[in-house]
């Protein structure tokens, strides 16, 4: 399984903060973008970074793993 | 001794804060320091109260690098960061920021070379409950 | 409530500090502080002492006008200057400075403007106790 | 009278940290710099500013006034 997790005004755009995918062979972040992008287009507005396993990624074609996290997550405003 | 990098709900105390770093080395000539707060204004609307969200484990593990890059990029001698997640009204802390040095440049260097990167870095996010609703906080670049 | 600016013997609380600082507005987002303490090396030299002479008068006299600066200058909510004038060791605390504004970049721009110029315009004067004697510290430029 | 403080490195190149200097009309911030500088030459070799009722001067024409206080003071060394 693949862990998803939505922080912050993205978040508020889906019906769960968190959400498992099916993990399948040759995967890559691409394919978890692809998929829920089109199921949540108004989340996706306010993604401006995506991690994977606490750690932010640029690359969408980054393979991914069983039991990866990933999170999309809007711009920072802490501090 | 508490963790020199830190996500808590509860306040802290600078001078705790303060306490531990001094007693990390007698070779400290300066300390610099920044506290965040709550305003009850932000760009012309009244604000009740602010809530932050984080994403926890990645956030305390980017403050940790932030930490351990700045002690290396300013030769600090010590350094902590604080930051709360919680409800916050006008005037309470949010968060905290340390940077001691031999010398008062590298220790205000680092302070401020550490909170500007933590807004760039740190995976929180803030939102402003006003009279008039809700908002999350836009960061400006 | 104390002085915002004062020359005294005794330890001040970083905290009393911060909070009398914070009284004074509901509008800080951030506070810049900086605290100066006594090192046990100094150029190399072991140092077990450090004393302090002030021209009293002059000095607290210059401490407000630099505080009445910053604040114009920066557009600060809340500053404030304490300095110690005592025989102090390793680790103690010898001055503070703390500046409060909206927002951090003046908070910080401010605290460390107050402390180079308290440096060049303050008449205060140091002198390190060594095992091998007593010398008054020549500023460098 | 004029009173004459000195501190720091200065002070103790001089056999007292303060004096009175009888004050006479016409009298200059000049004329007790001479008189003192070739009293304690070398404490003047320390002295970077001198006040004058608490505010530096650099203009040793200044006039001076009955009851005035006069500093010599090293570079200072606070913070």
Not at chain 1, 24 to 31: T, V, Y
Not at chain 2, 4 to 31: H, M, N, T
Not at chain 2, 45 to 58: C, K, L, N, Q, T
Not at chain 2, 114 to 130: A, G, H, S
Request: glycine fraction near 6%; charge should be negative; charged fraction near 25%.
């Amino acid at each position: 399984m693949i862990r998803v997790l939505f922080f912050g005004p993205v978040a508020e755009q889906v019906p769960a903060r968190e959400m498992q995918l099916p993990f399948s062979a040759g995967m890559k972040l691409q394919d978890v973008v692809a998929e829920l992008s089109a199921r949540h287009p108004q989340a996706f507005e306010f993604v401006s970074f995506t991690a994977v396993n606490q750690t932010q990624v640029r690359d969408l074609q980054l393979p991914l793993a069983d039991g990866d996290e990933i999170a999309f997550m809007a711009k920072f405003s802490g501090g | 001794m508490s963790e020199p990098v830190r996500i808590q709900e509860e306040d802290f105390s600078q001078e705790a804060e303060i306490a531990e770093l001094k007693a990390s080395s007698k070779r400290i000539g300066g300390i610099a320091t920044f506290v965040g707060c709550a305003r009850d204004f932000s760009e012309g609307r009244a604000v009740s109260e602010i809530s932050f969200e984080a994403y926890g484990s990645m956030a305390l593990a980017e403050m940790r690098k932030l930490r351990d890059e700045a002690i290396e990029k300013f030769a600090l001698l010590e350094a902590r960061i604080v930051h709360r997640v919680a409800t916050v009204t006008a005037g309470d802390n949010i968060v905290f920021i340390a940077a001691a040095a031999e010398h008062r440049a590298a220790a205000f260097d680092a302070c401020r070379w550490m909170i500007d990167e933590l807004k760039q870095r740190v995976p929180i996010w803030k939102k402003e409950i006003t009279p008039l609703g809700e908002s999350w906080v836009t960061p400006h670049p």
